[in-house]
């Protein structure tokens, strides 16, 4: 079962590129293409509650493209975990985004859960979080 | 295959208020033993970066209960999606939280994921992150 769970974990990590890619490209097209097509989806981007559904996820993508002019990602530590037909990556985002002219740097911790469906890894829920403070004691 | 998976459905339910009991009590070893004993466990607190395996996750936790005097979770809208051996639960966290004397009422958006192992759903990972806006055109 090495090899499997290997090519498993390596197409999964695939699917989370393709992801940054079509967030990159500010392109709502190539992002519905990476969703399952369920009502069971969800989505929580940073600062927001949670969005379920295809179309209001996808409605919450095309409003973050209409207000970014440019978008890059660099993704820091991907862990991947692959369970039977599941697949989940964490992963901090460092972020450099335009938007109405300023730009910004920031990151965030994300959570990508993919399903395998039909050979293919379907996003089923994305979830990423403003990093802000560390765990120290005393 | 309707039965065993409403039955999955409701027991992956009850962890995941185990979870919040082991949180509103405060108590470390009764966190401990809702989650599986493995490096890969990953856990996102409000504003904080991804942290990694059982240790550093339990230390978080230690860390968030000493710093909190009481805490009470009114859990809204939970989701609980089965796939094999996998479970996962979004929903929003309403917290009301006593530290150092102060009182205050938070939202946060949760995700939950367990692991079926043994009979047992066990934590692979939480991650929460505070909501401050909602997503709207125009």
Redesign the interface.
């Known amino acids: 079962m090495v090899e499997p769970t290997y090519l498993s974990a390596k197409s999964a990590a695939a699917a989370n590129r393709a992801f940054y890619r079509a967030f990159e490209a500010r392109d709502v097209e190539a992002m519905a293409a990476l969703w399952l097509d369920d009502p ?1 989806v ?1 989505c ?9 559904g295809l179309e209001p996820v996808l ?2 993508w ?3 493209f ?1 207000n970014t002019d440019a978008i890059e990602f660099e993704i820091k ?1 991907p ?1 991947i ?1 692959v ?4 697949a ?1 990556v ?3 985002e460092c972020v450099r985004s335009t938007s109405h002219g300023e730009t910004f740097t920031a ?1 965030a ?1 994300a ?1 990508n ?1 993919f ?1 395998l469906r039909d050979d293919v890894w379907r996003l ?2 994305h ?11 005393g």
Do not use: M, N, Q, Y
């Open positions: 069971s969800k929580i981007h940073p600062g927001s509650g949670v969005i379920a409605e919450s095309r409003c973050i209409e530590d862990a975990e369970v039977g037909e599941l989940w964490t992963a901090v990151e911790a959570t859960l399903v089923v829920l979830h990423a979080s403003p990093i802000a403070r560390r765990f120290k004691r």
